[in-house]
């Protein structure tokens, strides 16, 4: 954005044509000052006529590459913690609306499934239960098939049998009495209530959430540092232009807007192009993950640690915030920066 002269501007921050400037109508000035002067202004005037920092320079393409890189990594960050706690939020709801009820093998297999449907009819009668489902021994071994593959072992093995059981959430069952119940009546029988599970889904979840914080924090520090180190090099590459804009009345504030305009600018042209980027990581990662090798088991753990890598529509909008959090973030460092400096010198 190129800042304008402020001898032309509208702006009321800017000196208009009228002001005095001090020291320019001194009857002590000869006209030889005056005349460079002048010729100063009128240099500035088609200096200024240029961006602060040309985004076609070296300088310029090379600081938007790396704001990119740093939105591409938040947003990378963001979307793939977003979508851990929607799948963990997904689990726990899971897990709170069932139970399971591990059955130990008998002796034999019709033993095994009498005591099962036992188990099962008396679950299925209790308040709170909505259904008692007995899974049968084929289903499982499929179970243990993701760990000990497809294998005719399964079926000569004292594999225990499981009873889902769906229970209703208005009006939960008191899950320790019915334990004790199962305990007394059913002594092969165990009830499991995915306590543990869910202490530890909170737990990884809580740990993912803050390792991504910690990221965008990073990232955030680090870009500040960036358009810190590039407002000091485009302060310094234009010093002579900001002493006229100062020496012909300028304040502050309107050459820090000029800067601000600049760099957020460059801010969301790299935000977009990042948001993008990651965007299309998200989109091609389910179909990348089998093109590696990952094989159908990495890819339905992917599914549902992840919930298959594809952002929802609140995810996107997600994103969307990232951008407008590292266009503003350049913009008011790129200020901040400009005082400090413009401060440091008066």
């Avoid at 001194?26 to 500035?44: F, I, P, Q, V």
């Amino acid at each position: 954005m190129a800042p304008q002269f402020p001898g032309s501007s509208t702006d009321p921050d800017a000196p208009q044509g009228g002001d005095r400037v001090p020291g320019l109508h001194g009857a002590s000035r000869s006209a030889e000052e005056s005349a460079a002067d002048t010729k100063r202004a009128k240099a500035a005037l088609g200096a200024v006529s240029a961006p602060i920092v040309p985004a076609g320079s070296v300088t310029g393409r090379s600081l938007t590459l790396v704001i990119t890189i740093m939105c591409f990594l938040a947003c990378l960050t963001a979307g793939g913690v977003y979508m851990i706690n929607q799948s963990a939020a997904a689990w726990l709801r899971n897990i709170a609306s069932e139970v399971t009820v591990q059955v130990e093998a008998a002796e034999d297999a019709q033993a095994t499934d009498a005591i099962v449907n036992r188990v099962a009819d008396y679950l299925g009668r209790q308040a709170g239960v909505r259904a008692a489902r007995p899974l049968s021994a084929e289903e499982s071994n499929a179970l243990l098939e993701p760990w000990l593959g497809q294998t005719d072992v399964l079926s000569s093995l004292p594999v225990p049998r499981l009873i889902a059981i769906n229970l209703d959430l208005s009006q939960p069952p008191d899950i320790e009495a019915l334990r004790g119940v199962l305990a007394k009546d059913f002594p092969t029988a165990q009830l499991d209530d995915h306590r543990h599970w869910q202490a530890q889904i909170r737990a990884v979840t809580r740990s993912l959430a803050l390792g991504g914080l910690a990221i965008l924090v990073l990232v955030g520090a680090a870009t500040t540092a960036i358009i810190i180190s590039a407002t000091r090099s485009a302060m310094a590459s234009n010093r002579e232009i900001v002493e006229v804009l100062n020496f012909v009345g300028a304040n502050d504030r309107f050459i820090s807007r000029e800067f601000e305009k600049h760099f957020l600018a460059l801010g969301i042209r790299a935000g977009v192009v990042g948001a993008a980027s990651a965007m299309l990581v998200f989109l091609v990662l389910p179909t990348l993950v089998p093109l590696l090798g990952g094989g159908a088991v990495t890819t339905a753990e992917l599914r549902n640690f992840a919930g298959g890598g594809v952002l929802d529509l609140a995810g996107y909008l997600l994103l969307g915030i990232v951008v407008v959090v590292i266009a503003a973030l350049c913009m008011l460092t790129s200020r901040y920066g400009v005082f400090r400096i413009l401060h440091a010198r008066t």
